[in-house]
Nanobody, 117 residues
Framework: QVRLAESGGGLVQAGGSLRLSCLVSGSIYLNYKTMGWYRQSPGKQRELVASITSGGSTNVDDSVKGRFTISRDSAKRTVDLQMNSLKPEDTAVYYC??????????WGQGTQVTVSS
């Protein structure tokens, strides 16, 4: 059974930085998957903010371009999200999962990011 464990969230002032990490266990196909970081704020749908292919190509949403960077470490089985220049509108619960809905693993608990103004 695949398990996703997100960590690294917290409370930070606007302009600050956080680094989120997602540990993926139980998947023998992880290294072939395009992985993504998602976020969901109250009353809104979960949205994909960044993704990374098995080859390391990345894509980020326009709302976080130039501020967020996604990376992965196949040996450690982790997918990280470096978030800089945080804004109050980045406040959300952040999750990782595959970037294709047809391949979703069971969602983890997520990690709360709160940015104060």
């Amino acid at each position: 059974q695949v398990r996703l464990a997100e960590s690294g969230g917290g409370l930070v002032q606007a302009g600050g930085s956080l680094r989120l990490s997602c540990l993926v266990s139980g998947s023998i196909y992880l290294n072939y998957k395009t992985m993504g970081w998602y976020r969901q704020s109250p009353g809104k749908q979960r949205e994909l903010v960044a993704s990374i292919t098995s080859g390391g190509s990345t894509n980020v949403d326009d709302s976080v371009k130039g501020r967020f960077t996604i990376s992965r470490d196949s040996a450690k089985r982790t997918v990280d999200l470096q978030m800089n220049s945080l804004k109050p509108e980045d406040t959300a619960v952040y999750y990782c999962n595959t970037a294709r809905s047809s391949d979703y693993y069971t969602w983890g608990q997520g990690t709360q990011v709160t940015v104060s103004s």
